[in-house]
């Protein structure tokens, strides 16, 4: 499976600002998502490697698209920081 990557618009914006934010320093961790989730970076920058070894790297800026069902392996480069939203 595949994230879906582009960069925010405004409307991405206005809808993510009342999200909860979530921060993680620089690692890496397995996720698997048991639903979609759909993110705004506020700042830093992260990969994830999913389950066919594919690489998807986003930064501050970006507004992700993850798919339920998506497992994947989390590099976080530069610690980062962002809006989320399950479901």
């Known amino acids: 499976m595949k994230p879906v990557i582009k960069k925010a618009t405004q409307q991405d914006k206005a809808n ?6 979530w921060e993680k320093e620089i690692s890496s ?9 759909s993110c705004l970076i506020l700042q830093g920058k992260a990969a994830v490697i999913n389950e066919t070894g594919e690489k998807f790297t986003f930064s501050a800026g970006d507004f992700v698209v993850f798919p ?16 989320y939203n399950f479901g």
Request: aromatic share 16%; with cysteine; hydrophobic share 30%.
């Open 29 to 37: 961790f397995p996720w698997q998502y048991s639903e979609q989730e």
């Open 16 to 21: 993510a600002s009342s999200w909860p934010i």
């Open 68 to 83: 339920k069902g998506m497992s994947c392996e989390w590099i976080i480069e530069q610690d980062i920081k962002k809006h």
